[in-house]
């Protein structure tokens, strides 16, 4: 956590977003970081370095800004900053499992990042199975002696199923196994998992903390001093950092976080209304709506309910797909938590990958990312699309 934070005593999480890790610039009062756009620093005498700074790969100042304000919006200790969220998960595996370990991912994992065991891990002899984690006995009888990792995304991507992480952190740490979440869909804004027990947080800083798909980006922090001291030495060891304009983007994003997500949330429940009662629409999965199966639990761990929507089609997958190709305001692209509103088709995009396997998505499912127009443009363009 940034010093200037500790001077401010200020805890709250819109003051931290927008001041944690970022005091103004001590060479020239600049009150946002300056784009530390350099690779390397001038030493005073060998080893004499200003501020810790030898070279980018090591360390930034404006990552350095972007890593403390992560860490404190997660109420963690240590935050790191990734070129993507991907390279984010591939540090924090091959830094936690060797060959031989085992992890248990959801059954509706982000489709990278089902790829990123099935196809990249597993060559280096790690195993993994698949769990229902809306389910923690189904979390505990996957368990092997071997489980390292319990990996867990809460909502999910894109059934929005919701996990009870402190169950899951007791059942995961009661096998001496530790707990990842992927906070992408909520952002710590609604959902702060190491408070919950996790031992790991992952994200996509591409998504909500970026919030104007304009930058990819990833992230982990965790609570625990060892482990982010061994994070930081495979970061470094292979070099999949965030640059310098990349990281000052996600800043930029999250100072409006709070704001954003607050709207984010309302909009997707307005929508998520309309389409309950929409005679196209044959579900809706939305953790907001009172029959959604963890309903209770998100309430009890989230303060919103994000702004990701899916919903299934009456008349099967090109129906779905009609949908997806008739919207106009909403646009068709992968992706989520920017401002602007998106709609796909999991199936054949973002989930494409996913074909065939136990996390495979229904055919007819569109995934909305809601976005922060006009709620009543958004439902009069999907009330449009569905015909
Ligand atoms: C996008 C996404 C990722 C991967 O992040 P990239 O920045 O695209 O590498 C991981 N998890 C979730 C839930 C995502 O939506």
């Avoid at 936690?96 to 959801?106: N, R």
Wanted: proline share 5%.
């Amino acid at each position: 956590m940034s010093d200037q934070h500790q001077q401010h005593g200020a805890t709250s999480f819109e003051t931290l977003a927008i001041h944690a890790g970022q005091e103004a610039d001590a060479a020239t009062g600049a009150v946002v970081p300056p784009i530390y756009q350099v690779s390397t620093y001038k030493q005073d005498g060998v080893g004499g370095l200003r501020g810790g700074y030898e070279y980018s790969r090591s360390a930034n100042p404006t990552r350095t800004a972007l890593e403390e304000n992560l860490a404190a919006l997660e109420g963690g200790r240590r935050g790191l900053a990734f070129a993507s969220g991907l390279a984010a998960e591939d540090c924090l595996l091959r830094t936690v499992l060797s060959p031989g370990d085992h992890v248990v991912i959801p059954n509706d994992a982000y489709g990278g990042t089902f790829r990123l065991f099935a196809k990249v891990a597993e060559r280096w002899g790690v195993t993994w199975s698949v769990a229902d984690s809306a389910d923690p006995a189904a979390v505990r009888a996957a368990l092997t002696p071997r489980t390292k990792l319990v990996w867990v995304e809460t909502p999910s991507n894109p059934l929005l199923g919701i996990t009870d992480i402190e169950a899951v952190a007791g059942v995961a740490h009661a096998a001496g196994a530790r707990l990842l979440v992927d906070n992408t869909f909520a952002s710590p804004y609604l959902q702060q998992p190491l408070a919950l027990g996790a031992d790991v947080v992952v994200h996509s800083t591409t998504k909500y903390m970026g919030g104007h798909s304009d930058v990819v980006g990833g992230a982990l922090v965790v609570n625990d001093d060892t482990l982010g001291e061994e994070l930081a030495f495979h970061q470094n060891a292979m070099g999949a950092i965030a640059g310098p304009f990349d990281a000052w983007l996600v800043l930029r994003g999250i100072k409006t976080l709070a704001v954003r997500m607050d709207r984010h949330s309302a909009n997707a429940e307005r929508v998520a209304q309309m389409l309950s009662a929409h005679p196209k629409v044959t579900s809706v999965l939305y953790p907001g709506l009172p029959e959604h199966p963890g309903h209770e639990t998100a309430a009890k761990q989230m303060r919103g309910f994000g702004g990701m929507v899916s919903f299934r089609v009456a008349g099967g997958e090109q129906a779905a797909v009609d949908v997806c190709d008739r919207a106009r305001l909403f646009t068709l692209g992968e992706s989520l938590g920017g401002v602007e509103s998106l709609i796909e088709h999991p199936g054949r995009m973002t989930h494409a990958s996913a074909a065939g396997s136990a996390l495979e998505v229904p055919s007819d499912l569109v995934r909305l990312s809601v976005g922060i127009e006009a709620a009543d443009d958004l439902l009069a363009d999907l009330t449009q699309a569905l015909g």
